[in-house]
């Protein structure tokens, strides 16, 4: 027997006791609140969320009448880790991907981006040090992340 869509409407205000369930998103994902997924345990779930921000691991949801709890985790995504000989290289790199729009996630000695063979070829001949992981995906949420229009 199936069990029926899990109908997740609710957003925890703090994280709450330990969840029920986990529902791993990519960081695409994550920035849309509505439609199915799946929790890794492959269980249907429906998200009815309102539309006031992208989820972030570790946001809590929940179903109107409380009965299930589901913690949003980041999923694996296949990445490109970016190094530099110097700290101007990296930041010259950041530049030049932020000019593309391109979604990146910083650290002091690296950045991290989605897979991209024609932004991989990019920054090759720019002379940066280019590797493939698989890892979740954290990318900056940008000078406006959580800015409503009214």
Same mark, same amino acid.
């Given at each position: 027997? *199936?069990?029926?869509?899990?109908?997740?409407? =609710?957003? +925890?205000?703090?994280?709450? $006791?330990?969840?029920?369930?986990?529902? #791993?998103? *990519?960081?695409?994902?994550?920035?849309?609140?509505?439609?199915?997924?799946? *929790? /890794?345990?492959?269980?249907?779930? %429906?998200?009815?969320? #309102?539309? $006031?921000?992208?989820? =972030?691991?570790? /946001?809590?949801?929940? /179903?109107?009448?409380?009965?299930?709890?589901?913690?949003?985790?980041? !999923? *694996?995504?296949?990445?490109?880790?970016?190094? &530099?000989?110097? &700290?101007?290289? %990296?930041? =010259?790199?950041?530049?030049?991907?932020?000019?593309?729009?391109? !979604? %990146?996630?910083?650290?002091? =000695? $690296?950045?991290?981006?989605?897979? /991209?063979?024609?932004?991989?070829?990019? +920054?090759?001949?720019?002379?940066l040090q280019l590797?493939?992981?698989?890892?979740?995906?954290?990318?900056?949420?940008?000078?406006? &992340?959580g800015h409503q229009?009214?």
């Amino acid at each position: 027997m *199936t069990q029926a869509v899990l109908v997740l409407d =609710q957003r +925890l205000a703090a994280r709450a $006791d330990q969840a029920d369930l986990l529902l #791993p998103l *990519t960081a695409d994902e994550r920035s849309v609140v509505r439609g199915r997924r799946r *929790t /890794d345990c492959g269980r249907e779930v %429906l998200l009815q969320l #309102p539309r $006031d921000g992208a989820l =972030q691991p570790g /946001d809590q949801l929940s /179903d109107a009448a409380g009965t299930a709890r589901v913690e949003v985790t980041a !999923a *694996t995504e296949a990445l490109l880790r970016v190094r &530099a000989t110097s &700290a101007l290289a %990296l930041m =010259q790199a950041a530049y030049h991907l932020g000019n593309r729009h391109v !979604a %990146l996630e910083l650290h002091e =000695q $690296d950045l991290y981006l989605l897979e /991209d063979a024609v932004l991989a070829t990019m +920054l090759e001949s720019r002379g940066l040090q280019l590797s493939r992981c698989q890892r979740p995906f954290r990318p900056e949420g940008g000078a406006y &992340a959580g800015h409503q229009h009214g």
